[in-house]
């Protein structure tokens, strides 16, 4: 079908340029004609040779350049006012005429004037393909606005301001779990106040993390410091968190509380499903418990399918804490993390290496109004105890204490069916250390590149001391700081890709690789 | 003086209520209705204002291909078809051949497929030819015009020129017994030889039902500026490049392949009705020939078409204001294509976008079973019923001819 486009298309113009110049020599006397026929034949058997010899397109052009001055339409597609390469060597557009008769003069116009051609065409390309920065953001400025149209006639008329409780302390992840939230934060659409409650005191570290953000923040330091077991640290949130709720109280803030632990992750759904919410709305949590051992997680999964009760979710993977509701959408009960198959397993201390299991309810699946925590508000519940009167040594373990009536919760996220937040709980070792404010000042001396990927196949050596090297995480790679007595130069590994790269450069060392004792003297940068 | 206060009170009232009405929010959007003359056309009502006598042909031309094949009913040519089944059981058939406007010949050209689903042409000349001569000798009503109160529906790639390569099927023209007949045909190009005075254009069939079903809420927001999804270079065919789609598509592909704006691939993706629904143009390049359903899906997807293709003739160009709702790109423009959509203020991109979502537009592109008001038929019938009423030159006198009945290709005068 289509494959012998080209081909006839070659024999037709063949055929045409072939025709024309007998009409040209019509005045020739028929004696003349045998001749000029064998003339044609020898000429046309040379083409077939030009063509075998050169290729067809080859040969084309030369037989085309060869009878140009004949009347064939002719015709190079013009491209005068754009300053265009072309992929293509040869632009030949070839004007066909409706209807039949090929006019002998050259220089004419077809009788219906389009400026669409048939044939080939080249394909332009600009002179630099390349995206042009201004007009990317010209583009993202108008996507923007279309959101934005879209928000204000399918999303929410009216919104209320998120009030974001976080309860932190210093300590090695507290950067990546807060700088987590921070960035989930301000994508928030909505007005946001970002309540930061710190154990051990309001630190310099957090102001610094938190002013990044450019949101309005809120930071409380409490004098408690944070314990050292998963026990006593939960119950130090549960009153930093109402800490935060007093704030809360006092300021008269007036939206929608959250609470944002430093280490969960939020997807933006979730903001918009809790401005759903009237008075106390919860949410469904997917709980990652994690025990840093994948072993040990398989083998806990395979017990917790043992021992499945029926009131649990379905055969589910991934544990949620949420809200549980009859066919009417009503809310009946609450999907809770079944810790049984960690019972004894679980981790005590905050660097066990074990799994860490959520709390039997955990605070961040629930979102409250502020207006509830008011001394007066108008049209509140009676169902909500005052926040006022509050006594904590009576043990308040989950939002529900706040209320007397848990029945009158809103299931948010059609009634729990959509996960809206994780719940992680990662920490490193206690006694494991940071550079300050995660800044290496004064920058080390030495530092050479890794050649290949800096992770080690066998754990490395712990290093000696000497006086440049700074005290490092021990969980972390060890890639920038030599000493002097340990120089690694044989690779034990198959050299990967990179290497290839890296041919003509001057040897360079891979310092988590483990040496055999010969050592090469390297050259550094 | 009371009467007058009264008089004016109601004056006012009508007027509001009126305006309030002009605001039709379906799916809860504020669209705009295409005023002025073109748009409204789109809601009139062809039953009344026509009559249209289906002729009963021998199955062969019809039913049996259909059996032998029913691939045919789902891909973009099926519009024949349906537009056969709607026209037997709609309210403008009349089975009095003597008080009807419009006779209607319900052969099905583009029904030979091949093993891949392409319909093949070469028989179409005949079977078309071999239909007419039937209903000439059997029926008076063609002789009485020569053809020029029949349509025919030709939704093959270059229409009646009934060839899918676009040099052949102009070397072939029109076929000489249509040449007076309408042509229903989904090409459309202006100063084309396939293209007929007084043809109209219908968009190609798209299923209503598997679009219906992939859609996603509206509050989706747009994240994607550009999306196109299909071939650049037919390497089948035209593996360097430059008569597929005249170069556009490839210099499409050459000129932003490593944009970030441009989310552009030749994979087929499963989620591909999604993704137009979450983007804010989409283009709709020609290929081998200019029309293609990507205009379709992008009207009912509410992404706005940006059509590459130099003097198309887009569907319904009479009764849609089509230079209002999509963006018309030179094909020697393609290199700076991101330039021109950038440059496009977000106030008109809002227009459009409201203009695309009047449930009318959607319906117009639309062949759904069974068939709804607004829809692509009654669009149709429509611009059937603008033609109307004949003229009087329309009418031969008897024993005068006009059509050269042996003219055309010798093969096309076998019998089929």
Same mark, same amino acid.
């Given at each position: #079908?289509?494959?012998?486009?080209?081909?006839?298309?070659?024999?037709?113009?063949r055929?045409?340029?072939?025709?024309?110049?007998?009409?040209?020599?019509?005045?020739?006397?028929?004696?003349?004609?045998?001749?000029?026929?064998v003339?044609?034949?020898?000429?046309?058997?040379?083409?077939?040779?030009?063509?075998?010899?050169?290729?067809?397109?080859?040969?084309?052009?030369?037989f085309?350049?060869?009878?140009?001055?004949?009347?064939? *339409?002719?015709?190079?597609?013009?491209f005068?006012?754009?300053?265009?390469?072309?992929l @293509?060597?040869?632009?030949?557009?070839?004007?066909?005429?409706?209807?039949?008769?090929?006019?002998?003069?050259?220089? !004419?116009?077809?009788?219906?004037?389009?400026?669409?051609?048939?044939?080939?065409?080249?394909?332009?390309?600009?002179?630099?393909?390349?995206?042009?920065p201004?007009?990317? #953001?010209?583009?993202?400025?108008?996507?923007?606005?279309?959101?934005?149209?879209?928000?204000?006639?399918?999303?929410?008329?009216?919104?209320?301001?998120?009030?974001?409780?976080?309860?932190?302390?210093?300590?090695?992840?507290?950067?990546?779990?807060?700088?987590?939230?921070?960035?989930?934060?301000?994508?928030?659409?909505?007005?946001?106040?970002?309540?930061?409650?710190?154990?051990?005191?309001?630190?310099?570290?957090?102001?610094?993390? &938190?002013?990044?953000s450019?949101?309005r !923040?809120?930071?409380?330091?409490?004098?408690?410091?944070?314990?050292?077991?998963?026990?006593?640290?939960?119950?130090?949130?549960?009153?930093?968190?109402?800490?935060?709720?007093r704030?809360?109280?006092?300021?008269?803030?007036?939206g929608?509380?959250?609470?944002?632990?430093?280490?969960?992750?939020?997807?933006?759904?979730?903001?918009?499903?809790i401005?759903?919410?009237?008075?106390?709305?919860?949410?469904?949590?997917? &709980?990652?418990?994690?025990s840093? *051992?994948?072993?040990?997680?398989?083998?806990?999964?395979?017990?917790?399918?043992? #021992? +499945?009760?029926?009131?649990?979710?379905?055969?589910? %993977?991934?544990p949620?804490?949420?809200?549980?509701?009859?066919?009417?959408?009503q809310?009946?009960?609450?999907?809770?993390? *079944?810790?049984?198959?960690?019972?004894?397993?679980?981790?005590?201390?905050? @660097?066990?290496?074990?799994?860490?299991? $959520?709390?039997?309810?955990?605070?961040?699946?629930?979102?409250?109004?502020?207006?509830?925590?008011?001394?007066?508000a108008?049209?509140?519940? +009676?169902?909500?105890?005052?926040?006022?009167?509050? *006594?904590?040594?009576?043990?308040?373990?989950? $939002?529900?204490?706040?209320?007397?009536?848990?029945?009158?919760? +809103? $299931?948010l996220?059609?009634?729990?069916?959509?996960?809206?937040?994780?719940?992680?709980?990662?920490?490193?070792?206690?006694?494991s250390?940071?550079?300050?404010?995660?800044?290496?000042?004064?920058?080390?001396?030495?530092?050479?590149?890794?050649?290949?990927?800096?992770w080690?196949?066998?754990?490395?050596?712990?290093?000696?001391?000497?006086?440049?090297? #700074?005290?490092? %995480?021990?969980?972390?790679?060890?890639a920038?700081?030599?000493?002097?007595?340990?120089?690694?130069? !044989?690779?034990?590994?198959?050299?990967?890709?990179?290497?290839?790269?890296?041919?003509?450069?001057?040897?360079?060392t891979?310092?988590?690789?483990?040496?055999?004792?010969?050592?090469?003297?390297?050259?550094?940068? | 003086?009371?009467?007058?206060?009264?008089?004016l009170?109601?004056?006012?009232c009508?007027?509001?209520? /009126?305006?309030?009405?002009?605001?039709?929010?379906?799916?809860?959007?504020?669209?705009?209705?295409?005023?002025?003359?073109?748009?409204?056309?789109?809601?009139?009502?062809?039953?009344?204002?026509?009559?249209?006598?289906?002729?009963?042909?021998?199955?062969?031309?019809n039913?049996?291909?259909?059996?032998?094949?029913?691939?045919?009913?789902?891909?973009?040519?099926?519009?024949?078809?349906?537009?056969? =089944?709607?026209?037997l059981?709609?309210?403008?058939?009349t089975?009095?051949?003597?008080?009807?406007?419009?006779?209607?010949?319900?052969?099905?050209?583009?029904?030979?497929?091949?093993?891949?689903?392409?319909p093949?042409?070469?028989?179409s000349?005949?079977?078309?030819? /071999?239909?007419?001569q039937?209903?000439?000798?059997?029926?008076?009503?063609?002789?009485?015009?020569?053809?020029?109160d029949?349509?025919?529906?030709?939704?093959?790639?270059?229409?009646?020129?009934?060839?899918?390569?676009?040099?052949?099927?102009?070397?072939?023209?029109?076929?000489?017994l249509?040449? =007076?007949?309408?042509?229903v045909?989904?090409?459309?190009?202006?100063?084309?030889?396939?293209?007929?005075?007084?043809?109209?254009?219908?968009?190609?069939?798209?299923?209503?039902?598997?679009?219906?079903?992939?859609?996603?809420?509206?509050?989706?927001?747009? /994240?994607?500026?550009?999306?196109?999804?299909?071939?650049?270079?037919?390497?089948?065919?035209?593996?360097?490049?430059?008569?597929?789609?005249?170069?556009?598509?490839?210099?499409v592909?050459?000129?932003?392949?490593?944009?970030?704006?441009?989310?552009?691939?030749?994979?087929?993706?499963?989620?591909?009705?999604?993704?137009?629904q =979450?983007?804010?143009?989409?283009?709709?390049?020609?290929?081998?020939?200019?029309?293609?359903?990507?205009?379709?899906?992008?009207?009912?997807?509410?992404?706005?078409?940006?059509?590459?293709?130099d003097d198309?003739?887009?569907?319904?160009?009479?009764?849609?204001?089509?230079?209002?709702?999509?963006?018309?790109?030179d094909?020697?423009?393609?290199?700076?294509?991101?330039?021109?959509?950038?440059?496009?203020?977000?106030?008109?991109?809002? =227009?459009?976008q409201?203009?695309?979502?009047?449930p009318?537009?959607?319906?117009?592109?639309?062949?759904?079973?069974?068939?709804?008001?607004?829809?692509?038929?009654?669009?149709?019938?429509?611009?059937?019923?603008?033609?109307?009423?004949?003229?009087? /030159?329309?009418?031969?006198?008897?024993?005068?001819?006009?059509?050269?009945?042996?003219?055309?290709?010798?093969?096309?005068?076998?019998?089929?």
């Amino acid at each position: #079908m289509k494959l012998s486009a080209l081909h006839q298309s070659y024999l037709n113009r063949r055929s045409n340029s072939f025709r024309s110049p007998t009409s040209v020599d019509s005045s020739v006397d028929g004696s003349g004609k045998s001749l000029i026929a064998v003339f044609w034949l020898i000429l046309h058997c040379l083409c077939c040779l030009i063509s075998l010899v050169l290729g067809f397109r080859f040969s084309r052009l030369v037989f085309f350049f060869l009878f140009s001055t004949s009347s064939t *339409n002719l015709y190079s597609a013009p491209f005068p006012d754009l300053p265009v390469k072309h992929l @293509d060597v040869h632009t030949l557009g070839r004007r066909l005429e409706p209807g039949a008769n090929l006019t002998v003069a050259s220089g !004419t116009t077809t009788t219906k004037s389009s400026r669409v051609v048939v044939g080939r065409h080249g394909i332009r390309i600009r002179p630099w393909p390349h995206p042009n920065p201004v007009e990317v #953001m010209k583009a993202h400025q108008i996507i923007e606005r279309v959101q934005k149209e879209q928000k204000s006639v399918f999303g929410m008329k009216s919104s209320k301001m998120v009030i974001a409780v976080t309860p932190t302390y210093v300590r090695t992840f507290q950067a990546l779990h807060l700088t987590g939230v921070m960035h989930s934060l301000m994508l928030v659409p909505y007005d946001l106040v970002w309540v930061v409650v710190e154990a051990g005191g309001a630190t310099n570290e957090t102001a610094s993390i &938190i002013a990044k953000s450019g949101l309005r !923040t809120i930071h409380v330091g409490i004098d408690q410091r944070m314990p050292n077991t998963w026990e006593d640290r939960s119950k130090l949130e549960v009153f930093m968190r109402l800490q935060a709720l007093r704030v809360v109280r006092e300021e008269k803030l007036d939206g929608i509380v959250m609470f944002a632990d430093d280490s969960n992750m939020h997807s933006m759904e979730f903001f918009d499903e809790i401005q759903n919410v009237k008075w106390f709305g919860t949410v469904s949590l997917g &709980i990652l418990a994690h025990s840093g *051992n994948a072993e040990e997680m398989v083998m806990s999964m395979d017990k917790r399918k043992e #021992m +499945e009760k029926e009131a649990e979710e379905d055969s589910s %993977s991934l544990p949620v804490q949420g809200p549980a509701c009859n066919s009417t959408d009503q809310l009946v009960g609450w999907h809770i993390f *079944n810790t049984l198959p960690y019972s004894g397993k679980s981790a005590v201390y905050i @660097d066990d290496v074990a799994a860490v299991l $959520p709390e039997k309810l955990e605070w961040s699946g629930f979102v409250l109004n502020s207006r509830l925590l008011w001394e007066e508000a108008e049209n509140k519940p +009676e169902w909500v105890k005052d926040f006022g009167s509050l *006594n904590e040594n009576e043990g308040v373990e989950s $939002p529900l204490s706040l209320l007397k009536d848990p029945s009158m919760v +809103e $299931p948010l996220g059609s009634c729990g069916r959509q996960v809206l937040l994780w719940w992680l709980r990662v920490e490193a070792r206690a006694d494991s250390k940071f550079p300050p404010g995660w800044i290496i000042d004064p920058p080390l001396e030495i530092t050479v590149a890794a050649k290949r990927t800096p992770w080690p196949d066998v754990p490395p050596e712990p290093p000696t001391k000497t006086k440049d090297q #700074m005290p490092l %995480s021990q969980g972390g790679n060890t890639a920038v700081v030599i000493p002097k007595q340990q120089q690694h130069s !044989t690779k034990i590994r198959k050299p990967k890709r990179r290497s290839k790269r890296n041919k003509h450069e001057p040897k360079l060392t891979d310092t988590t690789q483990v040496s055999s004792s010969s050592s090469k003297r390297q050259e550094r940068n | 003086m009371k009467l007058w206060s009264w008089v004016l009170i109601f004056i006012v009232c009508n007027l509001t209520f /009126s305006t309030i009405s002009a605001f039709r929010l379906s799916r809860s959007q504020p669209t705009e209705r295409i005023s002025g003359s073109a748009g409204d056309v789109l809601e009139d009502d062809p039953v009344g204002r026509l009559k249209v006598f289906v002729y009963e042909l021998p199955s062969k031309y019809n039913k049996k291909i259909l059996q032998k094949d029913p691939r045919c009913l789902n891909h973009m040519f099926a519009a024949e078809i349906y537009m056969q =089944r709607f026209l037997l059981s709609s309210p403008v058939r009349t089975l009095n051949p003597e008080e009807a406007d419009w006779f209607y010949v319900p052969v099905y050209t583009t029904c030979d497929l091949t093993p891949n689903g392409l319909p093949l042409p070469f028989k179409s000349p005949r079977m078309m030819r /071999s239909a007419i001569q039937l209903i000439a000798s059997n029926w008076p009503y063609w002789n009485r015009t020569e053809g020029a109160d029949h349509f025919f529906v030709v939704p093959h790639d270059f229409g009646a020129c009934f060839h899918y390569q676009e040099e052949k099927a102009i070397g072939r023209g029109i076929l000489t017994l249509l040449q =007076r007949a309408t042509l229903v045909q989904t090409f459309g190009q202006r100063n084309h030889v396939c293209l007929k005075e007084g043809s109209i254009t219908v968009p190609p069939y798209a299923p209503p039902q598997k679009m219906q079903s992939h859609l996603i809420p509206e509050k989706t927001p747009r /994240s994607i500026f550009v999306y196109f999804r299909g071939l650049f270079y037919d390497v089948g065919n035209d593996p360097e490049g430059g008569y597929y789609a005249r170069g556009a598509r490839a210099a499409v592909w050459e000129n932003f392949k490593d944009n970030p704006l441009f989310d552009i691939s030749t994979e087929h993706p499963t989620t591909y009705y999604e993704d137009m629904q =979450r983007a804010i143009f989409c283009l709709c390049p020609l290929g081998w020939a200019p029309w293609s359903p990507r205009l379709v899906e992008a009207v009912i997807f509410g992404c706005i078409p940006v059509i590459i293709a130099d003097d198309i003739v887009l569907p319904f160009a009479d009764a849609i204001p089509w230079e209002e709702i999509g963006v018309f790109v030179d094909e020697k423009d393609v290199p700076y294509l991101d330039t021109i959509l950038t440059s496009i203020p977000p106030e008109v991109i809002l =227009r459009k976008q409201r203009l695309l979502a009047n449930p009318s537009m959607k319906q117009a592109m639309l062949f759904p079973q069974p068939a709804q008001p607004g829809d692509a038929f009654h669009q149709v019938l429509n611009g059937l019923a603008r033609k109307l009423p004949h003229e009087k /030159s329309v009418y031969l006198r008897p024993g005068e001819k006009l059509l050269n009945w042996t003219a055309g290709p010798v093969a096309d005068l076998k019998p089929w």
